[in-house]
């Protein structure tokens, strides 16, 4: 069987979506490397309950400095995990619950080396996702799972913020491109959107010297949503049908 | 050095680069890649797209042309760039037949996977006579210039014998393939007997020309009267709207669902299933889906488009009939009615399935390809 490592940059995320998350990674993966970028709450202390996680912690923040230095250090901090796939999710991102029967029978195969999901941005809410513009999850579709290959060099694209969740090398690997749905809940407490805004805005102006359509868009005052339409996996993935 | 093979097809990817197209033509491609591999030549294929380089399998480059023009439903310029581009490959495949059109290598293979112009749009493409005639003269160019011609079906070379019957010639029946030790019945002690749970799978894409209309109201008409009935709709749409459009009705039925799978699940899902609809309108082959079924074990129910009459025979190996959701529905009762009938066709599919197997066809492409080389 494929041994799949999963890798999570964390800060701050205790009284947020991490135990749900190391959750279902505990169930997803053989392993989960974690960087906690000098969080002060407790997720140093949440993570060390979960045997399946290896965490190693900065005494300085370093993601809103050089996003990409950070995932080049977690991802060297994966490879003496001796993975076969990594999966990088992000510490306020959960697989669907059909994910859990279905995922890890993608990976013992070799037709692809790399999957790719559609990530659902939750909107103000738990049950409602946004769809107009650049939210739209339906016509995109992001590689988070990739077959680890030693030979690939390390390299991130050189860009302090968006600069990927995989180095440049793994970019165009043959993909699948998986119907399972990414939720995504770093919108879902309305109350984050200013700060959360203004983060992205400051980092905007610095990257590229004008804010962002989509930055922009986060405080727009008419978005679409739709609702979120859990869904049950075919019993034949539980060996039901068998 | 190694032997190289060009290989030109028109969508293995959509132009953008960005989705893949999952069909059965791409299968076989996927296929034929490994073949050639084995066969120690070295492979590079092309298609339509922006002029982005990708890898069709692991290894295995596929680089996009900017062409994008159909006129008279051949891609001539298509043609000629890669005419230019691959130069240094000492034969080429043209995966469309239509695509060997107007210059070819010398060493060249087209191959046919089906009649495409059976479809009523087709008129809408060539509306008047002489737009059809020109088609048909570069048809007729194309089939001219390669050395061989692979066709997947039967139909396609009848037709070709009834239009041009000197170019039948070309032509080698090397049908579609299925691999016996992945697609394997379900064993006697899997089998749950006092289960009465009956599963309908529909394993193609989400479009028109496979029935997809057909099968979702039959769908809809068999889930609301049998509550042991359960459909699953399993194949990528063509574009992502459909795709959001079946994920909300099927969840929106109770015993209806839609997501699509990677080939090597495939086998899985059809040792669940019990039936399988395979209801094409046009534009078919030899359906992998249907082989792939039949040597599952599953009772096929499916229509004489194209090559399937190449696979299925009536009541036999399957269940022969015309597109229509009413007649996938009867069809489908009487299956779930009669299990003895569904068992004993499935059984008849399976033995009709191992005359198609992959190392059959692969010893076939080898010879083929060896001896246009």
């Known amino acids: 069987m494929s041994r799949i490592v999963s890798m999570l940059p964390v800060h701050n995320e205790a009284s947020r979506w991490l135990r749900q998350v190391l959750d279902q990674l505990s169930v997803l993966t053989d392993c989960t490397v974690v960087y906690d970028d000098a969080s002060t709450d407790e997720t140093a202390w949440l993570c060390h309950t979960y045997g399946k996680v290896r965490y190693y912690r900065g005494d300085f923040p370093w993601f809103q400095k050089d996003e990409a230095a950070l995932r080049q250090h977690l991802w060297q901090l994966v490879g003496y995990e001796e993975p076969d796939w990594i999966l990088a999710l992000d510490a306020d991102e959960l697989l669907e619950d059909r994910a859990l029967v279905e995922l890890p029978k993608l990976v013992n195969q070799n037709d692809f080396d790399a999957v790719a999901f559609r990530i659902f941005d939750f909107w103000k809410s738990m049950d409602q996702i946004r769809i107009d513009g650049a939210w739209n999850p339906w016509n995109r579709f992001s590689p988070l799972m990739v077959r680890y290959d030693k030979m690939l060099a390390p390299v991130w694209m050189a860009q302090p913020i968006h600069c990927g969740r995989f180095p440049v090398s793994y970019r165009d690997r043959v993909t699948f491109y998986s119907h399972l749905r990414v939720q995504h809940y770093g919108w879902a407490r309305g109350e984050e959107h200013l700060s959360k805004y203004l983060f992205y805005r400051e980092r905007d102006l610095a990257v590229y010297g004008h804010v962002q359509p989509h930055t922009e868009s986060v405080l727009s005052t008419t978005v679409t949503l739709e609702p979120w339409i859990p869904l049950a996996s075919p019993g034949w993935f539980e060996g039901k049908g068998e | ?373």
Request: proline share 5%; net charge negative.
């Open chain 2, 1 to 373: 050095m190694k032997t190289r093979i060009a290989i030109l097809t028109s969508n293995h990817f959509e132009p953008s680069g960005i989705r893949q197209v999952y069909g059965g033509a791409e299968r076989y491609g996927v296929e034929l890649t490994r073949l050639l591999l084995d066969m120690d030549y070295d492979v590079e294929w092309w298609q339509v797209g922006d002029n982005w380089r990708k890898e069709i399998i692991p290894g295995v480059p596929i680089r996009g042309i900017p062409e994008t023009e159909t006129p008279y439903q051949t891609m001539p310029h298509l043609n000629q760039v890669f005419f230019e581009q691959a130069v240094d490959a000492d034969a080429a495949i043209y995966f469309v037949m239509y695509l060997a059109y107007p210059t070819v290598f010398p060493k060249s293979i087209s191959v046919s996977h089906g009649i495409y112009w059976d479809h009523s749009g087709m008129d809408k493409f060539l509306p008047n006579g002489q737009d059809r005639n020109e088609w048909l003269r570069r048809l007729q160019m194309a089939i001219s210039g390669v050395s061989s011609v692979v066709s997947v079906d039967t139909a396609t070379i009848n037709w070709v014998r009834a239009t041009w019957p000197i170019l039948a010639q070309k032509f080698s029946y090397v049908p579609n393939f299925v691999d016996l030790d992945a697609f394997y019945p379900k064993k006697r002690h899997d089998i749950d007997s006092t289960s009465t749970r009956v599963r309908v799978v529909f394993p193609r894409r989400a479009t028109t020309v496979r029935g997809i209309n057909e099968a979702g109201k039959a769908a809809l008409w068999l889930t609301e009267s049998n509550p042991d009935i359960e459909v699953h709709f399993v194949g990528r749409a063509h574009d992502d709207a459909m795709e959001r459009t079946m994920t909300a009705w099927a969840a929106s039925h109770d015993r209806i669902f839609y997501y699509w799978l990677p080939p090597h699940l495939m086998a899985e899902l059809y040792r669940y299933a019990d039936i399988v609809w395979i209801p094409t309108k046009s534009s078919e082959g030899t359906s992998l889906s249907c082989l792939e079924a039949m040597a599952s074990g599953c009772a096929v129910v499916t229509t004489t488009v194209g090559g399937l009459a190449d696979l299925v025979q009536d009541e036999y190996s399957g269940i022969v009939i015309d597109p229509t959701a009413r007649a996938l529905v009867d069809a489908t009762n009487r299956l779930v009615n009669g299990p003895e009938l569904r068992l004993r066709i499935g059984n008849h599919a399976r033995e009709v399935a191992e005359t198609f197997s992959l190392d059959r066809w692969r010893s076939t492409w080898a010879r083929i390809i060896e001896e246009v080389l």
